[in-house]
Antibody, heavy 118, light 110 residues
């Protein structure tokens, strides 16, 4: 069974960067996808992009193009999401989510709260 | 403003049945699978339904999904107080080239 464990709470100033990690256990780095989805306080879910952990190929939502980078380390079965030029409105819980078939977000990490505050 | 439209809230008594609608368009629900997620307070979303009407292992058959045209519906029977949560629908949108979500529906079990 796949399990995803994310890194802890982060606080950043506007203009800074943040890098969130998501460590996967189980057979997760073969022919599957790892998505990043965020949720602002009291708001809905917003898809940021996806990485194929085995090959490293990425696809980002247009809204985040140029500001987000998703990477992976196959030896530690960890994927990363880095968001640059942070703004107050980037304050949110960031989730990684595993998808084997590509038709749904099957397993979710516990979430990482990123707060952007001056 | 979410691409997929859900009612903000629904409510029903314990043991009753409730449905939650998710309305989209020909560029999303009309041509792609719909999935549904349950988010209990303070926790991460959990997959309830995938590919319109399939349940992952461990999800009780009280939860069901259907799709017709550009709309989808989540049904929950035998409501329990533990079902109180936010429910989200999701699918891919070919025009926006992004996954899109409904705004979420808060279920209250009275």
């Amino acid at each position: 069974q796949v399990q995803l464990v994310q890194s802890g709470t982060e606080v950043r100033k506007p203009g800074a960067s943040v890098k969130v990690s998501c460590k996967a256990s189980g057979n997760t780095f073969t022919n599957n996808y790892m998505h990043w989805v965020r949720q602002a306080p009291g708001q809905g879910l917003e898809w940021m992009g996806v990485i194929n952990p085995s090959g490293g190929r990425t696809s980002y939502a247009q809204k985040f193009q140029g500001r987000v980078t998703m990477t992976r380390n196959t030896s530690t079965t960890t994927v990363y999401m880095e968001l640059n030029s942070l703004r107050f409105e980037d304050t949110a819980v960031y989730y990684c989510a595993f998808s084997a078939a590509g038709t749904a977000f099957e397993i979710w990490g516990q979430g990482t709260l990123v707060t952007v505050s001056s | 403003q979410s691409v997929l439209t859900q009612p903000p809230s629904v409510s029903a008594a314990p043991g009753q049945r409730v449905t939650i609608s998710c309305s989209g368009s020909s560029s999303n629900i009309g041509i792609y699978f719909v999935s549904w997620y349950q988010q209990l307070p303070g926790t991460a979303p959990k997959l309830l339904i995938y590919e319109n009407n399939k349940r992952p292992s461990g999800i009780p058959d009280r939860f069901s999904g259907s799709k017709s045209g550009t709309s989808a519906t989540l049904g929950i029977t035998g409501l329990q107080t533990g079902d109180e949560a936010d429910y989200f629908c999701a699918t891919w949108d070919t025009s926006l080239t992004t996954w899109v979500f409904g705004g979420g529906t808060q279920l209250t079990v009275l």
